[in-house]
């Protein structure tokens, strides 16, 4: 696979991760139904060791464990997985259809104009909100005295 | 192509598990495994079926089955793929296996550590053949068993003198399994 | 010693029936819904997703409902909920450097790129109880918003390691060690201990760092910085090969920086201790950095004399499920131990008596 092409997948499935299974559902509503999958793991919730760095930039420790769930389908020939935090199944029912879907170029378009660039978009509009209120909090500071 | 693994992996695992505690708890004993399971060849639904079971992220697996066992391993059982049968925790050999003193007998604080073999055979049956005695085994337990490596009474003979260290064997012709604990003594029959 | 006893079963059960009683409290009182403490104690989910070391907002709001608040309690749930997971693996080591924060503040630079962000603080608050919240009302007004956004900052640390006068931090490859996984010996490498403190009681590890304050092994601690806000969590799956980004979490970070005087082979610098927790705790990731920086004496040559400073003593006893268990275990039967002594007791009673009878009779 090319480094674009793992690029573009990584993008999607980074949006889809931060996504709710009702949210991709609902985007998916507004679009011709996908053609039929075979589950190749049903949706599992396990558990990922996040890692941390001593320092910030040191050495690798183990942090602590977060919840993660899992999926993989088959769709034609194509394999579409998702791992995704939390224990929505749906989210990663729907990830992993959704990521062997986009592989299909017959598919991406749609599936990108209709789903993924919207959830994106919701996505940075909640992350640039979020900003701008801690970018408020940033302190003016007014020298009584300039010393030094 | 890859293939599907457990239609249910909580149920069937927990089936498979079953198969194999039943089969420590008593050597030599014959019990099925991996029914309805279709690996991809070499891998026989006994072997399978226990390392979809046992293995995971934290056990790294080494074989000799090839490239499509290998990426069906790796994607349902989740298991890193060990470079040297002594990394591995667990061992499949679907050829002849890797002799028991190359693989990891734990150590004396962590005996259970020690790596479980598993060797895909032709046919295992129970009543003639090997002479099983040891926890377990109320008297003797025969056990006969078709296509196993030269010399492995005598390295199991020196497997079993490590004992609380060493290997645990399990013994897999299609979906039969059978186990040799590192407890168990055998003698040829 | 432990004696298998029968019987119980109903004062059992009518206990738990109890229990159940008292978690929901007076019926006429609308019940506490799991989503209302995953929003609205949000620090007290955080404070048990990082002791239950599990990140989980849903299940550790679950779990301070069923141990009614008690936060230990529900710590212990979680940890025992995760034992039924599967691990699928780690992830890749967090970039705290490209972190959304929410919060960002130095006590050593006023004036350092990206600013003091105070974030949603309690910091200059003034502690009076507010009666406004007992009387349910509308939600409080929208926090403002800037024009523009804060951006992700490099961390106030690399300022000073760029300068020559923070130590680097060694960057060890291979694999950490993992507690869950391999048990604590000693002496144990920095990343078991940071794995020990950031799930450690965080009381403990208060009070350790405090101690470290007033002269118990002290280093004089500066803020380099605290910074809270959201990580992405990257994951390699082994059927894919390249990593991806499976979600993001809120963490809280602290650098502590502190004086060191040097060695034969380092100059004098500054070193840092450091802090790392899920969700928002402040006290606790310093408390972990004052510690951290403590437990670091032996290897960087100053003298092992204060609690805070022995490894076996803080990392020992830093877990609250560990010492519960043990603490709590003291409330099992112990008929026969108890028997035993008592047996003793009186046996060097009666001798005691008759050495004294016979004195008399002399």
């Not at chain 1, 985007?27 to 919730?45: D, G, I, S, V, Y």
């Not at chain 1, 990922?48 to 999926?71: I, K, P, S």
């Not at chain 2, 079953?18 to 070499?42: C, E, I, K, N, T």
């Not at chain 3, 819904?33 to 404070?47: F, K, N, P, S, Y």
């Amino acid at each position: 696979m090319d480094t674009a092409h793992t690029e573009q997948r990584r993008h999607w499935m980074a949006v889809l991760a931060r996504a709710s299974g009702e949210d991709i559902a609902g985007r998916l509503a507004t679009l011709p139904p996908l053609p039929p999958h075979t589950p190749l793991r049903p949706a599992e919730t396990g558990l990922v060791m996040v890692r941390g760095r001593a320092g910030g930039d040191g050495a690798a420790f183990n942090l602590g464990e977060m919840t993660v769930t899992r999926c993989a389908v088959r769709l034609g020939e194509r394999v579409g997985h998702a791992y995704v935090a939390g224990r929505d199944k749906r989210q990663a029912e729907l990830a992993a259809l959704l990521d062997a879907a986009l592989q299909d170029p017959a598919w991406h378009d749609a599936l990108m104009g209709g789903v993924v660039v919207p959830l994106a978009a919701g996505q940075a509009a909640r992350r640039d909100a979020e900003a701008r209120r801690a970018a408020a909090t940033k302190v003016e500071f007014l020298a009584m005295q300039t010393t030094r | 192509m890859l293939t599907p693994g457990f239609a249910d992996p909580v149920l069937h695992a927990q089936a498979a598990f079953r198969a194999v505690l039943d089969a420590m708890s008593r050597p030599g004993r014959v019990q099925l495994a991996g029914p309805g399971l279709a690996p991809p060849a070499p891998l026989m639904r006994a072997s399978a079926a226990v390392l979809l079971s046992l293995a995971d992220a934290a056990t790294p697996v080494w074989h000799d089955a090839g490239a499509d066992a290998d990426a069906w391993l790796r994607f349902h059982a989740g298991a890193p793929v060990a470079t040297t049968p002594r990394d591995a925790a667990f061992v499949l050999a679907t050829g002849a296996p890797p002799t028991l003193a190359a693989l990891d007998a734990g150590t004396e604080e962590e005996p259970e550590r020690g790596a479980t073999l598993l060797i895909q055979v032709e046919a295992i049956e129970e009543g003639t053949g090997l002479r099983l005695t040891g926890p377990g085994i109320e008297h003797e337990h025969r056990l006969l068993v078709r296509g196993l490596p030269d010399g492995f009474v005598a390295a199991w003979a020196a497997n079993r003198a490590l004992f609380p260290r060493g290997v645990d064997v399990i013994l897999c012709a299609w979906d039969r399994l059978a186990a040799l604990p590192r407890t168990v003594a055998i003698a040829e029959g | 010693m432990y004696v298998a006893v029968k019987g119980g079963e109903r004062a059992i059960s009518a206990a738990h029936a109890w229990l159940d009683e008292t978690r929901r409290g007076d019926p006429a009182v609308p019940e506490l819904t799991v989503a209302q403490i995953e929003q609205q104690m949000g620090l007290a989910v955080d404070r048990v997703m990082a002791e239950g070391s599990c990140h989980d907002r849903f299940l550790a709001a679950l779990a301070i409902k069923q141990a009614k608040g008690d936060l230990i309690e529900a710590a212990f749930l979680l940890r025992a909920y995760r034992t039924t997971l599967p691990r699928f693996g780690a992830s890749e080591p967090l970039d705290t450097g490209a972190m959304r924060l929410r919060r960002r503040i130095s006590a050593t630079y006023k004036d350092l790129p990206g600013g003091q962000v105070l974030g949603p603080t309690f910091d200059y608050t003034h502690r009076l109880l507010d009666f406004a919240l007992a009387a349910e009302g509308a939600p409080p007004p929208a926090a403002p918003e800037a024009a523009a956004p804060v951006a992700p900052t490099p961390r106030v640390t690399e300022l000073l390691a760029r300068e020559g006068l923070m130590q680097r931090e060694a960057a060890e490859p291979g694999e950490p060690g993992d507690l869950t996984r391999q048990p604590l010996t000693f002496p144990a490498p920095r990343d078991v201990r940071l794995q020990n403190l950031a799930r450690g009681d965080e009381g403990f590890v208060l009070a350790l760092g405090y101690s470290t304050q007033r002269g118990y092994g002290g280093n004089h601690p500066f803020v380099g910085e605290i910074r809270v806000g959201h990580v992405t969590v990257e994951f390699t799956p082994p059927e894919l090969g390249f990593p991806i980004e499976i979600g993001e979490i809120g963490i809280t970070e602290c650098q502590m920086v502190n004086q060191f005087k040097g060695s034969r082979t380092e100059p004098p610098q500054f070193t840092r201790g450091y802090g790392l927790v899920f969700g928002h705790g402040e006290r606790r990731a310093m408390s972990m950095a004052l510690v951290d920086r403590a437990l670091r004496s032996a290897e960087l040559g100053e003298d092992v004399t204060a609690p805070a400073q022995d490894q076996e003593f803080v990392l020992y006893h830093s877990d609250n499920i560990e010492a519960t268990g043990f603490v709590e275990h003291l409330k099992l039967p112990h008929y026969v131990d108890f028997q035993s002594e008592l047996e003793n007791l009186r046996t060097i009673r009666a001798a005691l008596a008759r050495d004294s009878m016979a004195e008399a009779a002399e």
